[in-house]
């Protein structure tokens, strides 16, 4: 990884976007974090469209379920059925714990599914094990 | 090495001294309980489906993560990869690429074929321990595993 | 022949199918019926024909039939009944008929006969067959006023748990916003702000953990029954096993000490009953007194059923609490005294009774606790082959 990796970052709480971006932020592999807070805004961003013209094609992308216009399983479908897209892993990154959804979005090509602990301290680990683990040791394609 | 029915981690490794540096990782780290290692890619192909050698396995004992190497004699590692990610039956399973291969359209063909992830295999030792002892925890701890049954799966997707 | 009607009610209604060739034998049972006391209508037919028709278009209290006529068997009513789901009662009224016949008429359906020479008998036989359809419609009725509850219950019952799943559900998100910057609050801006502001962010902080983990109680306690996972045998021994290494830290922090009697092989949810082990274990810990606890658990069969006790040697209940404590919420010392959240064991009662079991505690204020619970025997006993063993604090460390 040369430059900075980028992150696209989907979840429609503020207050959990923040934490998640503090810690990445402050990692050993300091990211370009872009958040976006419903599933439209994240498939335009990826697609480049509208307000995100300018958009780079993230290396990451961390997406909640649970969100307005689009919901996380939508993205995640449209996603990973878009041979331009599909290569970007996809961290599913959610309060849920239901072992309906977790089936669900292997079955659809998540790449990795993670928990939103409730505990703070436990929180900010396992944001930092996700961007460890794919920018310090995973090789992501370009 | 006798397999037992509860496989935490399956390797897919032919290199011998690959496959003892990963084994120690692993158990250093106390990451598995049981690793099971399959030396081509035919053997973990029926390790996974539990077909020929492995008749007697069944889809309720899939293990819960694969680490699989690329170069393998018989079948290689993509193929492998390819059939596991488009079974239903074996699709949700998490499968991470272990890999010295460099090649970029090795990486861009293993996440189009549905990689959970991909990872080089660096040359030194102790970057070698630390890559699979940072993936085993990643994948084993952190990461939250589908069911290992499909039909456990599909009972758990069609509940309210 | 004139009858005394028996219970004066003279103007009874009786609407009668009467299957009878012979118009003047069917005049004396109208009759007859009439001198009983009821006031009777009547259609008279003779083919299998004109019984249909009437059977459909009118309703009818009775059906007298004849055992033989030229053009019918008084006897095919029956299924001319059955193809219209009929139940309407048939009463053959006859002449010479054998004895073995008509117990075999009887069997096959008519509610009874009654001998043309021996009139008499008929209108008893009619109040009787009233008497069982009256009877008949009754249950019926009743059978379907159960099953309506039934159905109301389940629903209410889902509807409840659906509501403590969401509301705990959802109100997880909020709460996880409030502890988590209350927290940051009290880290970053401790010492910065005034004193009292320090104490006010955590009481704060305190608030938030504490229905953080009220509510995860509250949602494992809602998710009992709804989680749709079929029993399968578990041997009790290794549901213990597993709660042991997941209180290692607790039993040797208290150097506890545990006596496990052979336990059987039940048909049970795993999840569950680890988790009403480590719930009713935990609590023997926790609630100890002077002496360090001690814990010995064993079951024993009694019929159909086997009985577990869990024994500790803690400070005991009060006889007056021994009901109150399985209710969910309700806590008898105060969170200084003993931490949680008075959950564990209305979750272990809910375990239990969702498995066709009871629980309940034998106690003493300062004399220790036996709770106990039993669970079907559903299975052939596996007791195990394991002898008692004791694990001290010791023991566990090297594991």
Partial sequence: ?142 | MTEPIEVDILLVEDNPDDLELTLHALRREHLANNIFAVRDGEEAVEFLFCTGRFQQRDFDHLPRLVLLDLKLPKLNGLEVLKRVKQDPRTKALPVVVLTSSKEERDLVASYNLGANSYIQKPVDFDRFREIVKSAGLYWMVINQRPLSNPAQASRAASQP | ?399
């Avoid at chain 3, 008949?136 to 309506?148: D, M, T, W, Y």
Wanted: hydrophobic share 40%.
């Fill in chain 1, 1 to 142: 990884m040369n430059s900075a990796p980028r992150i696209l970052l989907v979840d429609d709480n503020p207050a959990d976007a923040n934490l998640t971006c503090e810690v990445l932020a402050t990692s050993e592999h300091p990211a370009q974090v872009s958040t976006v807070q419903d599933g439209e805004q994240a498939l335009q961003f990826l697609h480049r469209s509208g307000q995100f013209a300018e958009a780079i094609r993230p290396d990451l992308i961390i997406l909640d379920l649970n969100l307005p216009r689009k919901d996380g399983r939508a993205v995640l479908a449209e996603v990973k059925a878009d041979p331009a897209l599909n290569e970007v892993p996809v961290v599913i990154f959610t309060t849920s714990h239901s072992p309906r959804d977790i089936a669900r979005c292997y079955e659809l090509g998540a790449n990795s599914y993670v928990s939103k602990p409730g505990n703070l301290a436990q929180f900010f680990s396992a944001v930092r094990s996700i961007e460890n683990f794919w920018f310090g040791f995973a090789s992501l394609p370009n």
């Fill in chain 3, 1 to 399: 022949m004139t009858q005394p009607s028996k219970n004066g009610n003279r103007n009874q209604r009786l609407h009668v199918l009467l299957i009878e060739d012979a118009p003047s034998d069917a005049e004396i049972e109208i009759a007859e019926l009439r001198n009983g006391g009821f006031d009777v209508t009547a259609d008279v037919v003779e083919t299998a024909d004109q019984v249909r028709a009437r059977l459909g278009k009118n309703s009818y209290d009775v059906i007298l039939a004849d055992y033989s006529l030229p053009n019918f068997r008084g006897m095919d009513t029956l299924e001319i009944l059955r193809e219209k789901n009929l139940y309407t009662p048939l009463i053959l009224v006859t002449g010479a008929l054998s004895s073995e016949t008509a117990v075999e008429c009887v069997k096959q359906g008519a509610v009874d006969y009654v001998m043309k020479d021996n009139l008499a008998r008929l209108v008893l036989s009619v109040r009787r067959a009233l008497e069982d359809t009256r009877l008949r419609q009754e249950r019926a009725r009743s059978h379907e006023q159960l099953a309506h509850k039934v159905e109301e219950l389940a629903r209410s019952n889902c509807d409840l748990e659906q509501f403590a799943y969401v509301a705990s559900h959802d109100l997880q998100e909020p709460l996880r916003m409030v502890a988590a910057y209350t927290q940051l609050l009290a880290e970053r801006y401790r010492g910065k702000l005034d004193i009292t502001a320090d104490r006010y962010i955590g009481y704060a902080v305190e608030g938030a953990t504490r229905m953080q983990a009220l509510l995860e109680d509250l949602l494992a306690f809602s998710r009992i029954g709804r989680n749709g996972v079929t029993p399968t045998p578990i041997d009790a021994n290794t549901a213990i096993e597993e709660v042991l290494k997941n209180l290692a830290f607790t039993l040797k922090e208290h150097n506890v000490t545990i006596t496990c009697n052979p336990l059987p092989t039940i048909l049970a949810d795993r999840f569950q009953m680890v988790q009403l082990f480590q719930n009713l274990i935990g609590n023997a810990i926790k609630f100890h007194g002077k002496q360090p606890p001690n814990v010995t658990i064993s079951a024993e069969k009694h019929g159909e059923e086997w009985l577990f006790s869990i024994f500790d040697n803690g400070i005991g209940i009060a006889v007056e609490h021994k009901e109150f404590i399985f209710k969910i919420f309700q806590r008898l010392h105060t969170r200084a005294e003993y931490p949680g959240n008075g959950v564990g064991l209305a979750i272990c009662k809910k375990i239990v009774e969702h498995n066709g079991g009871r629980i309940w505690v034998d106690s003493e204020l300062g004399h220790g606790s036996n709770f106990r619970f039993t669970f079907p025997a559903a299975l052939a006993d596996k007791a195990g082959k394991k002898e008692d063993y004791e694990l001290s604090a010791e023991n566990l460390v090297g594991r």
